[in-house]
T-cell receptor, first 113, second 113 residues
Framework: GDSVTQMEGPVTLSEEAFLTINCTYT??????LFWYVQYPGEGLQLLLK?????DKGSNKGFEATYRKETTSFHLEKGSVQVSDSAVYFCALSGYTGGFKTIFGAGTRLFVKA | DADVTQTPRNRITKTGKRIMLECSQT?????MYWYRQDPGLGLQLIYYSFDVKDINKGEISDGYSVSRQAQAKFSLSLESAIPNQTALYFC????????????FGPGTRLTVL
């Protein structure tokens, strides 16, 4: 079945450092791919998405490109801030999942001032 | 006002008690979901509903039941709570018609003593 694998955390960075959180997926067909963010004490919220190969999703300085050839959707940000400290979830939604969303395990990011 | 609301936000109960968690949404979405999140872990799907007459089990439905009272309301019940059901519970919604993002409520923190 469909699955999502993302890098284990926690990831600890200093403010203004470059961030990459790796995400790879297994799915048949052409799923949509998502990154969600969960701030402390809150529910998940959509950060960005991409619906077809080579699409780039972007929001709040974060970017991720849908790479079908490598089945990847890595999250990047050029300069992180303390306020980016949160848990980040990679996810996919596709036909074989019956339109449900499959979430990765989450990666916790700590950004130090 | 929040688009997806959950009540209660926090609940402490005892083993063997029946508990109901409620979810309401004003987004007009047909699809609704209940997830469980344990510390340090990702999301596990408990039940989902794609319309008022459609209820489906997720990965971890044992010990839980649901009711879809209306398009806007989806309740989760623990018939006889046990300590390993202590977790954070999230309700989510999504529009029908494709592979769409989900919109999450703020969560209910449940503790079973």
């Amino acid at each position: 079945g469909d699955s999502v694998t993302q890098m284990e955390g926690p990831v600890t960075l200093s403010e203004e450092a470059f961030l990459t959180i790796n995400c790879t997926y297994t799915a048949t067909g052409y799923p949509s791919l998502f990154w969600y963010v969960q701030y402390p004490g809150e529910g998940l919220q959509l950060l960005l998405k991409a619906t077809k190969a080579d699409d780039k999703g972007s929001n709040k300085g974060f970017e991720a490109t849908y790479r079908k050839e490598t089945t990847s959707f890595h999250l990047e940000k050029g300069s992180v801030q303390v306020s980016d400290s949160a848990v980040y979830f990679c996810a996919l939604s596709g036909y074989t999942g019956g339109f449900k969303t499959i979430f990765g395990a989450g990666t916790r990011l700590f950004v130090k001032a | 006002d929040a688009d997806v609301t959950q009540t209660p936000r926090n609940r402490i109960t005892k083993t063997g008690k029946r508990i109901m968690l409620e979810c309401s949404q004003t987004k007009g979405h047909d699809r609704m979901y209940w997830y469980r999140q344990d510390p340090g872990l990702g999301l596990q799907l408990i039940y989902y509903s794609f319309d008022v007459k459609d209820i489906n089990k997720g990965e971890i439905s044992d010990g839980y039941s649901v009711s879809r009272q209306a398009q806007a309301k989806f309740s989760l019940s623990l018939e006889s709570a046990i300590p390993n059901q202590t977790a954070l519970y999230f309700c989510a919604t999504s529009p029908s018609g494709g592979y769409n993002e989900q919109f999450f409520g703020p969560g209910t923190r449940l503790t079973v003593l």
